[in-house]
């Protein structure tokens, strides 16, 4: 089995965590969430053996073009998920994030994206493309989290709220965007902005070079800068924390998706 047929598999066992996930909204107790856990977790181990041996193949790095990386943000969001359901129990929000994995794995999947293996370039044949890819691409998992708990909570009718349970469950998606946010801003400070400077110095000899991606990167690291600076400091949470912090991952996948292709510039994929 090559890598692609690994690929289709752990697509296909992501899109039965999905149905597993959404059966549970209208089945009592929590069995179908428990099969949506562990269709995931056997997902994530396929999608893993297809990244390896992409790697292995290839002999670089699997997020050296947008194929890859889609590929690589999909699986990191598929860890986030089963890092906060065991930790936090995500309930009604899990399903919603496994749409957005399914989402990312049929564009990885399409014809749209060429998956042929390409030569890097000298300046991407270092070991600070491991680091300042893979972490940047984590933190943006955990901030996906994030984005949709936030949205669930916008999105919540308030005549909805009178209803036993309801305002808790919406405090629960407060605090759940909070923590998502918590390990994935640090995570994305790291990989975006400091692993990449130290290697922007060593291939290009500056650490900044208003880059439109390093722009948006930028952008996007101030956004969730205030979400957490209004919170810890102001104290806000409810609407206006949820709408920074879907704003910020609106930010994210500009930088992740449009920089690469409406705006030229050094990280552009070939």
């Not at 972490?135 to 901030?143: D, M, P, Y």
Request: with cysteine; net charge positive.
């Amino acid at each position: 089995m090559n890598e692609f047929s690994f690929l289709l598999l752990a697509f296909i066992t992501y899109l039965l965590a999905m149905l597993a996930g959404f059966t549970s909204f209208f089945r009592a107790g929590s069995s179908w969430r428990r099969v949506s856990y562990y269709l995931g977790l056997g997902g994530l181990m396929l999608h893993s053996v297809s990244l390896i041996t992409r790697t292995v193949h290839s002999g670089q790095a699997p997020f050296t073009t947008m194929y890859e990386s889609v590929s690589f943000l999909a699986w990191s969001c598929v860890l986030a998920v089963i890092i906060f359901e065991r930790k936090f129990r995500l309930e009604k929000t899990g399903p919603y994030l496994w749409l957005v994995v399914v989402a990312l794995m049929a564009l990885a999947s399409s014809p749209a994206l060429p998956k042929a293996v390409s030569p890097l370039v000298p300046a991407l044949q270092s070991y600070w493309l491991w680091l300042h890819v893979s972490v940047t691409l984590l933190g943006e998992a955990f901030l996906a989290v994030a984005f949709v708990a936030s949205l669930l909570y916008l999105l919540t009718p308030e005549k909805k709220l009178s209803q036993p349970g309801q305002e808790a469950r919406r405090e629960k998606l407060d605090q759940l965007a909070y923590r998502a946010v918590a390990v994935g801003f640090p995570l994305f400070t790291l990989g975006a902005l400091v692993f990449g400077m130290i290697w922007a110095s060593k291939a290009w000899g500056r650490y900044w070079g208003w880059d439109p991606k390093e722009v948006w990167s930028l952008i996007t690291w101030l956004f969730y800068a205030l979400y957490l600076h209004t919170r810890l400091v102001h104290g806000w949470k409810g609407k206006k924390s949820a709408l920074i912090a879907v704003l910020g991952f609106l930010a994210a996948l500009f930088t992740f998706f449009g920089v690469n292709y409406f705006l030229s510039g050094l990280h552009s994929y070939a």
